[in-house]
């Protein structure tokens, strides 16, 4: 069976990350998978290649659709003669559908990231798709796979084709992503802090959404109960020459607090040094990959609760309102607390938590049955 994932962009994010995971455990016996990205380009887009798999680009240009990008990838679909389009993120669910009504209409799943589409803080153009895909949603897909419970509630509400809408959350691969004690002390020699030193971080790209002026506003309510904790910020954009973070990290007198890694490839490594993961997310997360991999290291989350976070969490983890520092310094300060023997309890049930609901393979066998059926 072929399938063919559409994606806007291979660029580092959460809906990328989860395509090249599924397409490494993709059992190559019964699929034969295939990408086309929108946008040419993106961090993730050898990683695709060095599976074997054949990933192509339709050179589109941010903002700017044109009708010769959806002929083409008419074109695409009519040579690669699919089983299954498999899309990922608006712009390319709405591309996907139309360019296989135009070449000969293999079915269609679509996949949804977002769990937020507040007027303040989503793009005009996006929220336009959206409205465009939810009265298609009743024309094309067969399937509309939905990153989380709160974002098939959405989405339900924005007018999609209710009886469509299937959750299949982010998997994680437990085995590359477990705690290691060796691996701890390593990433904490190199950015030059000991073993006791407490350790609360953040991972994910600069980006509005991921709110890291609530982060840093925690981070300096906690230097007044927990003056020895350090604060470690990774991701696309967190780099030490980033002058938007540099000044809000100085106005907070944190200077010598924090620790700028931006993108990292060894997100193992980092996950497995902290004693605390932060999720400050203030809306639009669908399914947080940074939350479960620190929980698959069993590192205790103080997350807000914004898409499935609070579900992902569970029992095993702190969660508070988006947008309340206070709130979130407290939660960390909570997890701090814990004596070393709880921390580590507490650790040891997220990463159980993991295990037991998110693991790629259970995941990946998610999305096998659901391209079964057609």
């Known amino acids: 069976m072929r399938i ?18 599924l397409l490494s455990v993709t059992d190559r016996s019964r699929f034969e998978p295939v990408v086309i990205s929108l946008l040419d380009g993106g961090e993730l887009a050898d990683d695709v290649r060095s599976l074997g798999i054949e990933s192509l680009s339709l050179g589109m240009r941010r ?31 709405l591309l996907a559908l ?42 094309g897909p067969r399937r509309i796979l939905c990153v989380s419970q709160r974002a ?12 469509l809408l299937t959750v299949v959350p982010n998997g994680f691969d437990i085995e590359r992503f477990r705690p290691d004690d060796r691996v701890r002390t390593s990433l904490r020699r190199e950015i030059g802090i000991s073993d006791e030193v407490p350790l609360v971080g953040i991972v994910g790209r600069f980006d509005p959404q991921k709110d890291y002026e609530t982060f840093l506003d925690a981070a300096a309510l906690l230097r007044r109960v927990v003056p020895e904790a350090q604060y ?4 696309a954009g967190l780099e030490a020459d980033n002058p938007v973070l540099n000044r809000w990290v100085g106005e907070r007198n944190l200077e010598a607090h924090c620790r700028m890694l931006g993108l990292r490839r060894d997100m193992p490594r980092v996950q497995a040094a902290l004693d605390v993961a932060v999720s400050s997310s203030a809306y639009g997360e669908g399914f947080s990959n940074a939350i479960a991999e620190a929980m698959s290291c069993a590192v205790p989350c103080a997350v807000t609760d914004i898409g499935d976070s609070a579900l992902i969490v569970g029992e095993t983890g702190q969660v508070v309102p988006p947008r309340d520092p206070v709130s979130l310094a407290d939660a960390v300060d909570r997890i701090l607390a814990l004596s070393r023997e709880e921390r580590q309890a507490l650790g040891k049930a997220a990463r159980d938590r993991i295990c037991a ?6 995941v990946a066998a998610q999305y096998q049955r659901l391209y079964d059926e057609f």
């Open 4 to 21: 063919l994932h559409i994606i806007t962009s291979l660029d580092m994010g959460g809906a990328q990350s989860m395509l090249v995971k």
């Open 63 to 93: 903002s700017v659709p044109s009708p010769l990008s959806l002929l083409d990838l008419a074109r695409q679909i009519r040579r690669l003669r699919p089983d299954v389009v498999q899309s990922w993120m608006y712009h390319a669910d």
């Open 98 to 139: 139309l360019a296989a009504a135009i070449s000969g209409r293999p079915p269609v799943f679509w996949n949804i990231r977002h769990s937020n589409l507040n007027p303040r803080d989503s793009k005009l153009g996006t929220r336009i798709v959206v409205r465009l895909c939810a009265m298609l949603s009743y024309l």
């Open 152 to 163: 098939r509630d959405i989405h339900a509400k924005l007018g999609y084709r209710r009886c």
């Open 232 to 235: 470690l910020l990774c991701g």
């Open 357 to 362: 609901h998110y693991s790629l393979d259970r």
